[in-house]
């Protein structure tokens, strides 16, 4: 039983970075029926600007190191998604009109640039977070010892989460993205300016992205410039399971992957970890191709 | 108000509007009518902004319109309730009515027109929560044009407001449309249903494979041979 507990909430941890991750798949998805192949690498990039702030400018001595990592992945957060509004300039609006496959090539292409610009600046290397930024202890809940850290990265990912959901369901702004998600041209005709929508949602995704980076940094203490493949195909398979498109489904997706992605871990083997993963997506793409959450899509003939 | 001027439009390599004029002043109904693919929606769409001519000039007004991005037409004021409704059919109904108002920034500007548009379409103030896509086909359309009213607009474009309707909705809806022009909106409207819409309209275009063909008052275009034998069975 102490068993199941841990790795149920470790597993609800690391489902929260996949649903946070996931989350910036699915919205792009959702307004371009693009997959942002880069998506990983942002993550990436968020992991170790991260890591710069927080070992230079010695803002964990001036106000601690609680306030000290909420400010710096604010900044980290701005920054990933200016990142993400670039990219879409760069890579994907010029080929707006060309084929589909153009701007999966350009955002493999944007996946290569980015891993390998962080390779050159910060070395092929693991670096290291500083380690004695968050608190050591646990809490005890009916004898079992839940580590403080799990349960602040529960926290802040459903912070976000929820943040995210009632901006999309009750601003008018949201209100606009879900709109053009469903059809661009009607909501064009509403008076809405699709390609302002669309660098709205290449901010906030790539900002839960950086988020996500910098929470497994602080979470797992190393980062590495390829860390964003997996990350990113991980959390492109909860998203799938999720249902595509669908933003509760991108959470719920990435919440029962890291879950299963965890059980399996402890009660089959650690080695299977990502079979485990990959075979849980080839089951969703069998039983239901459109995931839990997504809707039946309709050609329109 | 509205005037388009030698427009020519390009679908891919293929050219759908060959040169079309045409002029609608304030407060009238004008229709245009035309078989498939006789480039009514392509005209529609091209005032919208969606489509960009080739050639020729749309003028809105004094303001040049056919360079303008779609968001900026529909902030002049110029909405269209497009061909098949488009409403967006996994929200609401009260969300799909916000959209149209996306453009208007005044809240009590809002509030008064959304208690016009459910005093014409009530219908529509009893679904308010539910999703557009459980409407009927009915009251999607009723939900199509309030919500191109939503934006507050000084002239409104249908693009086949009748299409799929029973006769008795159409009916209905071409009531409705008559009541929105009486209350100061001006219409373009786009039918294949020739004899309700001649009815309506104060003028008509007719419109053959990309060319303006006939124009001139409904009244006249309804006794019109050519119009007659084509459009509304001899």
């Not at chain 1, 290397?125 to 349960?151: D, Q």
């Not at chain 1, 498109?245 to 997706?253: F, T």
């Not at chain 2, 459980?134 to 009748?162: F, V, W, Y």
Request: aromatic share 8%; charged share 15%; net charge positive.
């Amino acid at each position: 039983m102490e068993l199941f507990i841990q790795q149920l909430t470790n597993g609800l941890a690391i489902g929260s970075i996949y649903a946070l991750i996931a989350l910036g798949y699915t919205m792009v998805y959702g307004v371009m029926k693009l997959i942002n192949f880069a998506h990983g690498d942002l993550f990436s990039i968020g992991a170790y600007l991260g890591l710069t702030f927080l070992i230079s400018f010695g803002l964990v001595d001036k106000v601690g190191a609680p306030v000290a990592i909420l400010i710096i992945m604010l900044m980290v957060m701005g920054l990933v998604g200016l990142i993400g509004i670039l990219l879409e300039r760069v890579a994907y609006r010029p080929l707006r009109k060309a084929d589909r496959l153009a701007a999966v090539v350009s955002a493999l292409g944007a996946s290569i640039f980015f891993s390998n610009s962080l390779m050159l600046i910060y070395g092929a290397k693991f670096r290291v977070y500083p380690h004695n930024l968050l608190p050591k202890s646990y809490i005890t809940i009916l004898e079992l010892h839940i580590p403080v850290v799990r349960i602040l990265l529960l926290l802040v990912s459903f912070i976000l989460m929820a943040c995210l959901y009632l901006f999309v369901q009750k601003t008018k702004t949201g209100t606009a993205i879900r709109a053009a998600a469903i059809d661009q041209g009607a909501a064009r005709l509403m008076g809405i300016n699709v390609n302002k929508i669309i660098s709205i949602v290449f901010f906030i995704g790539p900002a839960l992205g950086g988020a996500a980076g910098i929470m497994v940094g602080l979470y797992y203490g190393q980062v590495n410039f390829l860390m964003g493949w997996l990350y990113g195909l991980k959390a492109f398979i909860a998203a799938v399971i999720g249902g595509i498109g669908n933003i509760p489904g991108a959470m719920l997706g990435g919440l029962i992957l890291g879950v299963i992605e965890s059980l399996g871990a402890a009660y089959i083997s650690f080695a299977w970890k990502d079979a485990i993963a990959f075979f849980v997506l080839i089951v969703i793409l069998i039983v239901r191709p459109t995931g839990i959450l997504g809707e039946r899509v309709a050609e329109k003939v | 108000m509205l005037k388009v001027e030698n427009l020519y439009v390009n679908y891919g390599n293929v050219e759908a509007l060959h040169g079309i004029n045409l002029e609608v002043q304030e407060g009238e109904i004008v229709t245009i009518l035309g078989a498939n693919g006789a480039g009514k929606s392509t005209t529609l769409l091209t005032i919208s902004g969606l489509l960009k001519p080739a050639r020729g000039q749309i003028f809105f007004g004094d303001i040049e319109i056919s360079k303008l991005e779609a968001h900026d037409i529909v902030k002049l004021g110029i909405a269209q309730v497009p061909e098949g409704r488009r409403v967006f059919s996994t929200l609401t109904v009260q969300e799909n009515l916000n959209l149209g108002a996306f453009t208007v920034e005044n809240d009590s500007k809002i509030k008064q027109v959304l208690d016009w548009v459910f005093h014409l379409f009530p219908r529509l103030k009893e679904r308010r929560q539910q999703l557009a896509g459980t409407l009927s086909g009915g009251e999607q359309q009723m939900l199509a044009i309030a919500r191109g009213l939503m934006a507050n607009p000084k002239i409104l474009l249908l693009d086949e407001p009748s299409l799929g309707l029973a006769p008795i909705l159409v009916k209905s809806i071409f009531s409705t449309i008559r009541e929105i022009n009486q209350s100061g909106v001006t219409v373009l409207l786009v039918e294949q249903n020739a004899r309700s819409a001649l009815k309506l309209a104060h003028r008509g275009y007719v419109l053959e494979v990309g060319r303006i063909v006939l124009s001139g008052d409904a009244k006249k275009l309804v006794s019109d041979p050519a119009v007659r034998k084509a459009y509304l069975g001899g």
